[in-house]
C-alpha cells in the first residue's frame, strides 16, 4: 500500500479522536483535513521511526489545538451528567474519604497498555463520558494543555476544571474497573463494551 493509502486508510480512527475531543463534527473533519493534507503535502516529515498512526496522532493533536483556539469563543455547555457525582457512590464520606470498596489490583497496568482490547475499550469508556467531562480529560491528558488554556478555552473556573476531570477519572476508572479489570482474561475474549 502506498503512503497516501495508508494515509487515508487511518481516516476514520483519525476522525474518530478528532470527534471525542472537539465534539464537533465539523470542526473534527476540519481538523483531519488539515492533518491528512499536511501529510501528504510533505509526506518526507514520515520518517518511520514510528508508526504511521503515531505519526498522524502527533500532527492531528497540533491540528485539534489549533481549531480549539479557532472556535475559542463558543461557550461550554455543561450538562446535568457533568454535574452527576460519583464520590458518594465511590467513597465512604461519613468516615472520611476512604474507598466504600477497596480497588482491586490491576496487576501492571503497563502490560495491559500494550493490548489492542484494552485500547478498544478504553475508547469505549471516553466515548461514554459527559461531553464536556471527556473533552476536559482530553484536552488535559491528551493534549496537555495548561489549565490556564483550558479554563479560557471553555470558559470555567480552575475550580470547576479540577471538579470534572475528578469525574472524569472516577468515571473512567469505574468504566475499567467493569469492563477490563474485572472481566476474565480469556483468550480471544473481548470484553463487553459499556452501554
Request: with cysteine.
Given at each position: 500500500?502506498?503512503?497516501?493509502?495508508?494515509?487515508?486508510?487511518?481516516?476514520?480512527?483519525?476522525?474518530?479522536f478528532?470527534?471525542?475531543?472537539?465534539?464537533?463534527?465539523?470542526?473534527?473533519e476540519?481538523?483531519v483535513?488539515?492533518?491528512v493534507?499536511?501529510?501528504?503535502e510533505?509526506?518526507?516529515?514520515?520518517?518511520?521511526?514510528?508508526?504511521?498512526?503515531?505519526?498522524?496522532?502527533?500532527?492531528?493533536?497540533?491540528?485539534?489545538?489549533?481549531?480549539?483556539?479557532?472556535?475559542?469563543?463558543?461557550?461550554?455547555?455543561?450538562?446535568?451528567?457533568?454535574?452527576?457525582?460519583?464520590?458518594?457512590?465511590?467513597?465512604?464520606?461519613?468516615?472520611?474519604?476512604?474507598?466504600?470498596?477497596?480497588p482491586?489490583?490491576?496487576?501492571r497496568?503497563?502490560?495491559?497498555?500494550?493490548?489492542?482490547?484494552?485500547?478498544?475499550?478504553?475508547?469505549?469508556?471516553?466515548?461514554?463520558?459527559?461531553?464536556?467531562?471527556?473533552?476536559?480529560?482530553?484536552?488535559?491528558?491528551w493534549l496537555?494543555?495548561?489549565?490556564?488554556?483550558?479554563?479560557?478555552?471553555l470558559?470555567?473556573?480552575?475550580t470547576?476544571?479540577?471538579?470534572?476531570?475528578h469525574?472524569?477519572?472516577?468515571?473512567?476508572?469505574?468504566?475499567?474497573?467493569?469492563?477490563?479489570?474485572?472481566?476474565?482474561?480469556?483468550?480471544?475474549?473481548?470484553?463487553?463494551?459499556p452501554?
Open positions: 500500500m502506498d503512503f497516501a493509502a495508508e494515509v487515508q486508510a487511518l481516516r476514520p480512527q483519525l476522525l474518530r478528532a470527534r471525542s475531543q472537539l465534539r464537533n463534527d465539523a470542526w473534527a476540519d481538523a483535513s488539515d492533518t493534507l499536511a501529510a501528504l510533505k509526506p518526507q516529515a514520515f520518517a518511520g521511526r514510528s508508526q504511521l498512526k503515531t505519526w498522524l496522532v502527533g500532527v492531528l493533536k497540533h491540528k485539534l489545538i489549533d481549531q480549539l483556539r479557532r472556535h475559542h469563543r463558543e461557550a461550554t455547555t455543561l450538562t446535568t451528567h457533568d454535574a452527576e457525582d460519583l464520590d458518594e457512590a465511590l467513597f465512604d464520606t461519613a468516615h472520611g474519604e476512604h474507598w466504600r470498596d477497596m482491586r489490583d490491576w496487576g497496568p503497563d502490560a495491559a497498555l500494550g493490548q489492542r482490547q484494552f485500547f478498544e475499550v478504553l475508547q469505549a469508556c471516553m466515548d461514554h463520558l459527559p461531553p464536556t467531562q471527556g473533552r476536559v480529560f482530553l484536552m488535559r491528558e496537555e494543555l495548561s489549565t490556564d488554556e483550558i479554563c479560557k478555552e470558559q470555567i473556573t480552575a470547576n476544571l479540577w471538579v470534572l476531570l469525574r472524569a477519572r472516577l468515571r473512567l476508572q469505574q468504566c475499567l474497573q467493569q469492563r477490563w479489570f474485572d472481566t476474565p482474561a480469556t483468550a480471544g475474549a473481548r470484553p463487553a463494551s452501554r
